[in-house]
């Protein structure tokens, strides 16, 4: 009777700490949850807002010179893609993954350069394009792509002063396990990256720039992953730094 009492005793107190622990755990995972959800609407805005870079500054030579049905064409595609970006964070609760597709790298990027021409020539920035990579298709989706390649050039842009030279590059290039890869570089002739940042460049919300986020390369690295790929940086102070992206051969 008194083994029983003294078992009885010892047992009811570890229901407690198992219901709290549960309970922890929920609340650890619900917090997960939010920070997910507060990284992605984080993104999202980020990318709105590069679109509208792009939009407000055709809109502005659209007023000044007149009509123009090239320039009118870009507005139009870069308003789709900040449609399909809201979209996908109405669908987060039941999300749907994107169409994987052939994609020219090439015209990607000179899309991507072309969105940035007045950016460019108003710094006198000297754009040397290298394409050597045939073939340049890859398998995914295009305006995911596009997102990509838009931040690391426009931090390309932004590390610059007048009359830099940003150089866009692509080659094929195979790994020991005969893997082909079309391999992107974008070098820019900027600052330079300090040592002690290039571990932290892709981490979410870090960030050196008075009013920037943080989220640029985070968004490009989750891309690139989510591609199949990889993307790493190198630089060096007051010589500028190279992006390289790997995607591999559709």
Known sequence: MTDGNSQQKTSEPLKEPKRAAADFEHNLQRLDQLANLGLIAAGVAHEIKNGLVAINTFVEVLLQKGQNEDLSETVRRELRRIDMLVTQMLRL??????????????DLLDYALHLLHHQLSGKLIKVQRRYQAGPDTVSGDSSQLQQAFMNLLLNAVEAMGINGELTVATEIAGDDDGKRWVRIQIQDTGVGIPEENLARLFEPFFTTKKNGTGLGLAICQRIVQEHHGQVRAQSRLKHGSTFTVSLPVS
Do not use: G
């Open 93 to 106: 609760a039941a999300p749907l993954p994107a169409p994987a597709a052939p994609v020219q790298v090439h």
